[in-house]
């Protein structure tokens, strides 16, 4: 069988694309109008575009540009726009080399004001260039030439050098001005001088230039200029504050879409009297991975997003199905073990690893009780052969889940006290009850429903299988918002896939359970690597996480999890201290930790807390659930072991006293040897 | 221009008391390799430069050692030369470049070239390995991307046909923020090979392996010398010409990561030529460097190198002839 010609997921980044592939790979969310209805290219409004790394926003913006649009009305670009009712002008803030306007202190005010009138420049002259492309076939008048040359000169301030009436050459005649202001801020550390004549008043030409096509050119009556300004996290808060000042300034025919990380935007300030812009009066704001972990078309999207790309590779027809059939048949080119969900709790996966002889978790449950006998703590038990009976009552042995619940039940009466035989006897009567009612709800069943995907965690360990992530729904889920995430799943997995022989895609094909295993663990590993800065800042917010996963992994580990499917946290932040504050902030920027929006109402005080969940791409190197089910709370000072100053003696203390709460034989409860040693800073 | 006509000779320690010079130039940090060489040189004046990203205090470094705070390498290097008196005029000039920060040394030259300077020797001495093989830290916190000064070209406007070429070193943090910054630009990485040691190379690209996802698909590799700056400018050239050759490239990025004697050879490139061309040399800025960071000393390189006329001083030239001419 043969595979496709490269990995399909191999570019994540649409800076890596060419514009016929943005036209090409681009799928719309299937919400009305998709994103055409979210960013509004036709709107006067300047938006903030915002989004974590791997979010879509170079993508979006590059398919509302100029460049994107005369592909997608190849026959005439120009009724095509005037149809779209917009043309972008796409600028990577990366082609100005905006640090050259930072990196000279004797200068500083001077290349301060020099960026302001070079970056108008640089968007003016893409703005004269994408005209000058679309009116190439059309016969402008030459009268109509001569007044637009005229409405030209007459935006400067200085007579500049025209040298005749074409766009073109208004287009040099901008060029030859950028590129005077390039040579002097390039040599000004070499000259220790800087004299550039500013030759027009800040937005003349910007705004300028819209109007005199508006009114000589009945082909842009009703098109809005939208300046398309990407990676704006790039520029300082000067340069940012020239970016700022244009949206304010904005004429009614011209507006901007500015694409940014969560991180990037460092100011609303302007330069016009210092007035700062507000979100509703000078802009509105589109926050993308927002919109896909809300929407219910992310899945969706996300599927046809990867049928795409699969079809796109597929250069040399070896998938006989087309696109369409493809994304139904996506879920099935995944081996998924059946899910005890669908009425299989036999777990055969599980069944089939376990160690012949006594099951680890039986085993386990015995030393426990051992110990529990010594420390007295097992009430109604006083001999070694009623540890036999209760291990008997608790067995199963067709049914290792249930085996699981039924220690888990088991644990918290335990931990409560309770006579253990009579409690044994309870949980054996409960799980026979499920047996033969298995629709009846009731507190075993709930039990179970809750806590399924932890005994099946804890099962897989025992058994020393890997945790399970696999199938497209698994990793759509995991990318929590992030396309890129979820092609960088695919792109490893697809690697592994080809690596273990396999033909992934291609035809009835299916990738094995092991190159899912590697891929995810590897897309998870970069994420982790990736998604941070380095260098200190980074190291420290990794190194939070780190306690973090490790505190949930205890948590799902554990004889007695407090809550189900733990992998998020609720806390009041208003007394933790700033260093927290600015690591789980940092956090949640970088998108390692995803902010619930509704937040979390504290039991007691009624106070809704902050509520964050770690990033599902992160799971696998923790063995932690990818859907998020119960959440700790958890208190100030705990937040300062986790993310503050503490250092690990104060995380170790406190993953210890959360653990002891959730560990057989004591539970967390002081016992006759115990109570001499010191009191715990996280006790309750 | 073939640079590999350029001399280069290795060099025993004892054997550069053989050698004298008028000026000689050197940054200052703990490492044996750089303080050793300093002893050994014979100069009629001899000049330490300890630059702030080392992190020295005034008690650290040896008497008469130019230090100051600033991290920009144009202020640094031209208040040294003129608080420090340093006449360069006529000068047999030596500048041993293992202990420099990749942009003083780069503007370093180029304040040369611009004073006149036509030649000059520069020392490099190896290290027998890296402290730490290849988990070696070299920088800590990058702070920003930027254009070295006097090495910024006048760039187009044009987003395709962007060129990033790397010098691949240890520090894979250096290689993801450049990829990153120049996202949009195809990558060209230049590895070390032969490398300074045998293992060296597998070091390095292990390191370099670590920074793969910023550096995309669009990549590709190429190999120089690790110890030669003139067969890496060759190196750059083999790449350049023909892609311009071809209208593949329109704006060209130099990032030197690698050994000091690539650095050298990435200047060398650039100044003889890329003067005139849409191309500037841009460096991931660190807040701090690690003060040593190998162990030992190898082979000792002097290389001879020759500048062209600077482009600021020929253009001052230029219209003082054409003013005279009125």
Redesign the interface.
């Known amino acids: 069988m043969s595979n496709l010609a490269v990995n399909p997921f191999s570019v994540t980044k649409a800076s890596d694309f060419s514009i016929e592939q943005i036209d090409t790979l681009w799928v719309d969310l299937a919400d009305r109008r998709g994103m055409t209805e979210l960013a509004k290219p036709t709107s006067p409004m300047p938006m903030l575009i915002l989004g974590g790394k791997g979010s879509g926003k170079t993508h979006l913006m590059r398919y509302f540009s100029y460049e994107a649009q005369c592909i997608r009305h190849a026959a005439s670009p120009l009724v095509g726009i005037k149809k779209d009712g917009y043309l972008g002008i796409y600028l990577k803030c990366e082609s100005l080399d905006a640090s050259r306007f930072g990196s000279n202190s004797r200068f500083s005010s001077e290349l301060s004001q020099l960026f302001g009138y070079h970056l108008e420049l640089s968007l003016v002259y893409l703005l004269l260039r994408t005209v000058q492309r679309l009116l190439i076939t059309e016969d402008t008048p030459t009268r109509t030439q001569a007044s637009m040359a005229r409405d030209f000169k007459a935006l400067f301030d200085r007579e500049p050098s025209l040298r005749g009436r074409s766009f073109e050459q208004m287009a040099d005649c901008i060029d030859s001005i950028r590129r005077e202001v390039d040579l002097a801020v390039n040599n000004c550390a070499m000259t220790k001088a800087l004299n550039v004549p500013i030759s027009f008043t800040r937005g003349r030409l910007l705004f300028g230039i819209p109007e005199f096509l508006v009114k000589h050119l009945p082909s842009f009556s009703g098109v809005q200029f939208q300046y398309l300004i990407d990676e704006l996290e790039l520029l300082n808060i000067d340069q940012q504050r020239h970016i700022n000042t244009f949206l304010r300034e904005r004429r009614p025919n011209c507006s901007f879409k500015v694409g940014s990380r969560l991180y990037g935007i460092k100011t609303y300030e302007t330069f016009n009297d210092n007035e700062t812009n507000k979100e509703g009066s000078e802009f509105e704001t589109l926050k993308l991975d927002h919109i896909f972990r809300r929407s219910p078309q992310y899945r969706k999207f996300c599927r046809s997003l990867t049928a795409r790309r699969i079809k796109t590779a597929d250069v040399d027809k070896a998938i006989s199905v087309n696109e369409s059939q493809l994304l139904d048949r996506l879920p099935a080119y995944f081996d998924k073990e059946e899910s005890p969900d669908q009425g299989n709790i036999q777990a055969p996966a599980i069944q089939a690893s376990l160690p012949k002889g006594e099951r680890p978790y039986f085993r386990s449950l015995q030393s426990k009780l051992v110990a529990g006998l010594k420390l007295g703590r097992c009430s109604g038990l006083g001999k070694a052969s009623d540890i036999e009976e209760v291990i008997e009552l608790l067995r199963r042995p067709e049914q290792p889940l249930l085996e699981k619940a039924n220690i888990l039940a088991f644990f918290k009466e335990w931990a409560d006290g309770h006579n253990l035989l009579r409690a044994a006897r309870t949980v054996s009567s409960q799980c026979q009850d499920y047996l033969s009612n298995r629709g009846k709800s009731g507190y075993y069943k709930e039990l179970l429903g809750h806590f399924k995907g932890d005994l099946l965690a804890q099962l897989r360990r025992d058994c020393d299988l890997p945790q399970q992530y696999r199938g497209i729904e698994d990793f759509i889920t995991m990318s929590s918002g992030l396309p890129r995430n979820l092609l960088n799943i695919l792109k490893h997995v697809y690697k592994w896939s080809i690596f273990q022989g396999e033909s992934p895609f291609v035809n009835e094909s299916v990738i094995g359970s092991e190159a899912q295993s590697k891929g995810v663990h590897d897309a998870a590993e970069w994420f982790f690597s990736d998604a941070m800065a380095r260098g200190p800042e980074g190291a420290a917010v990794q190194q939070c996480i780190n306690r973090l996963a490790t505190l949930f992994r205890g948590i799902r580990f554990s004889d007695k999890p407090s809550e189900c499917s733990i992998c998020t946290f609720s806390a009041c932040l208003d007394s933790v201290s700033k260093e927290a504050k600015t690591n789980i902030e940092l956090a949640e920027n970088y998108s390692l930790l995803v902010k619930i929006s509704k937040g979390q109402r504290d039991r007691n005080s009624g106070r809704i807390d902050s509520k964050y969940q770690i990033n599902p791409m992160l799971s696998p190197l923790w063995d932690l659930p990818i859907s998020r089910r119960g959440a700790i709370a958890l208190s100030p000072a705990e937040i300062d072991a986790i993310f503050g100053e503490g250092g690990s003696k104060a995380f170790t203390s406190l993953l210890n006293t959360r653990l002891a709460r959730m560990t057989a034989p004591t539970f967390g409860k002081k016992t006759k040897t115990s109570s001499a040693q010191e009191p715990d800073l996280f006790a309750k | 221009m073939d640079f590999s006509l350029f001399y280069k000779d290795q060099v025993a320690l004892k054997d550069l008391k053989a050698h004298s010079w008028d000026v000689f130039i050197s940054g200052f940090n703990s490492s044996g390799r750089v303080q050793t060489i300093f002893r050994a040189i014979r100069s009629a004046k001899k000049h330490w430069l300890a630059f702030p990203e080392y992190g020295y205090s005034a008690d650290e470094i040896p008497r008469g050692c130019f230090s100051s705070n ?1 991290r ?1 390498e ?2 640094y290097i ?1 208040s040294f030369i003129e608080m420090q008196g340093v006449v360069l005029k006529n000068a047999r000039l030596c500048v041993d470049i293992t202990g420099f920060v990749r942009p003083y040394l780069l ?1 370093l030259i ?2 040369l070239q ?1 004073n006149g300077i036509r030649e000059f020797d520069a020392i490099y001495t190896e290290p027998v390995y890296y402290r730490e093989k290849e988990n070696t830290k070299f920088s ?3 702070t ?4 070295v ?2 090495f ?4 187009e ?1 044009d ?1 395709s046909h962007n060129v990033l070429i790397i010098g691949s070193g240890y520090d894979s ?1 250096m290689i ?2 450049v990829a990153e ?4 630009c195809k990558k060209i990485q230049i590895f070390g090979l032969p490398s300074l040691r045998a293992d060296m190379y597998q070091e390095n690209v292990l390191r370099a392996h ?1 920074a793969e ?2 550096l ?3 990549k590709e590799s190429r190999f120089a010398p690790a110890h030669d700056p003139f067969i890496t400018a060759n190196v750059l050239k083999d790449i350049v010409t023909p892609l311009r050759a071809r209208s593949e490239l329109k704006n060209l990025y130099l990032s030197p990561l690698a050994t000091k004697a690539q650095v050298l050879g990435f200047a060398i490139y650039y100044l003889w030529e890329c003067t005139n061309l849409p191309a ?1 040399i841009v460096f991931p800025v660190a ?1 701090m460097y690690e003060r040593e960071t190998s162990k030992g000393m190898s082979r000792i390189w002097k290389y001879h190198v020759e500048l062209p006329p600077g482009p ?1 001083a020929s253009a001052r030239r230029r219209s003082r002839r054409k003013f005279r001419s009125r």
């Open positions: 600033t920009e144009a202020l031209q503007f180029r304040f611009e800590t916190k990058i920003e991307v930027r254009s000064q006097g910024s070209g006048v760039h406007q987003p943090d993801r923020k910054e120049k996202g949009s670590l996802d910023a995309g698909s669009d500037s807040e600021l």
